[in-house]
């Protein structure tokens, strides 16, 4: 009887264990899609390649949500679909003030990083900002169609590296615990 809990207890951690490694997994990406590999934002009906490096403290690693240091953070946004290419596109990042989409008030005012609409008929939108301090922000990309607007809206924090995210492991760490002290003891 005690062999067939221990084995049954034994299984029912490994698959908390599994299922909390594909959690923190979907959790890492927000706004951004992560597929094969490749960070995308969708901005209308249109995709991008996302890609962000810190050449000073991060060197090669690349990221596509969360910027991991303040400092110099250089971005480029290449074109996945070729229908891009002739339309307007706009980059702008803001503080993030709480406020619902499209309800921020004067973009001026909140706007740390600005580039105007123009085409890049390359096919790629790159930029440098330095972020100074750690924060909340949200990336505003606009792509113009004939009149149509199409803005993407992603939100996300600057300094979050190497910083527990208590909120990220706590919850599926206790459902360990609990399990694993019911089916053990």
Same mark, same amino acid.
């Given at each position: ?14 698959? *908390?264990?599994?299922? *909390?490694?594909?959690? *923190? ?140 995210? *208590? ?19």
């Amino acid at each position: 009887m005690t062999k067939g809990w221990t084995i049954t207890g034994i299984k029912w951690l490994v698959g *908390m264990l599994l299922g *909390m490694t594909c959690w *923190m997994q979907a959790y890492a990406h927000g706004g951004l899609s992560m597929a094969e590999d490749m960070c995308k934002l969708t901005v209308g009906p249109y995709t991008m390649h996302f890609t962000g490096y810190q050449p000073e403290s991060s060197q090669e690693q690349e990221f596509c949500e969360d910027i991991p240091n303040t400092g110099r953070t250089v971005v480029a946004l290449d074109y996945i679909d070729e229908a891009l290419r002739p339309l307007t596109t706009e980059v702008r990042i803001i503080r993030d003030t709480g406020a619902e989409p499209g309800e921020e008030g004067n973009l001026d005012e909140i706007t740390v990083m600005h580039i105007p609409p123009k085409v890049y008929s390359n096919g790629s939108v790159t930029f440098e900002h330095t972020f100074p301090t750690e924060g909340n922000f949200v990336g505003l990309v606009t792509v113009r169609d004939n009149g149509i607007e199409h803005v993407s809206r992603f939100p996300f924090a600057v300094g979050t590296g190497g910083k527990f995210k *208590m909120n990220m492991y706590f919850w599926p760490l206790l459902i360990i615990v609990i399990g694993g002290g019911y089916f053990f003891f």
